[in-house]
């Protein structure tokens, strides 16, 4: 037995205690490693329960790498707000299966995953009958129109045509995709908010900023634009 005598004291961090060094993705330059303050981490993390109210009732599907600072800065939203987190396994084409085994109600991605969901929806919708597509078009008109002109996100009875769109494509349970690191066409937007029945979100955000600096809230009923700044953001 080893009898330590040494006691060191605690010494919780502070605002400036840097707590990683997130290395930027490379794509305009040599990636840079950014020293990310455990004030910044938790500056932004307190500014996303203004995006949505996340709860213990959620469940958020982490699919960005662990070394991406959002998907970070989320881990601590879902910590403090109980919201369970699970982990897919890595394999891109096995995603949408695991979405229906894990059935979150949180997902946040990159562009490129969004307009491949859009893609096999497209395709999906296009093998229909003509009149399961001529139902599908009218409904969607219809909420597109009321959205837009009047910013009506839930209409109960269309609604629930594009909930069985939701179980079929997501698990049934998805409440709210975000979409970062690059644009997302106003289109697929659009289309995936109504189809699927989610709010979508877009922001903008940098390794040197924590992850945000803008983004939409829940409310925002709007196509193509990343919001506004966060509550964090001078």
Known sequence: V?????????????????????????????PKGCIVTHGN???TASS???VYPFNESDALLSFLPLAHVYEEVLHYVAVHSRTPIAFYSGSIPRLIDEIKILQPTLFISVARVFERIYEGMQKKISQQSFLTRLAFNTCFSIKSFLLNHFRMQRVPIIDSVFQK????????HMKMFICGGSALSVEIQHF??????VYFLQGYGLTETAAGVTVQSCTDTLDGNVGV???CVQ
């Open 2 to 30: 080893v009898k330590i005598t040494d006691r060191y004291p605690h010494r919780p961090p502070t605002y400036d205690t840097p707590a990683a060094i997130m290395y930027t993705s490379g794509t305009t330059g040599p």
């Open 41 to 43: 981490f938790l500056g």
């Open 48 to 50: 996303y329960i203004h």
């Open 165 to 172: 769109i939701n179980e079929q494509a997501v698990g049934g």
């Open 192 to 197: 995936l908010r109504i189809a699927l029945n």
């Open 229 to 231: 700044l966060l509550h």
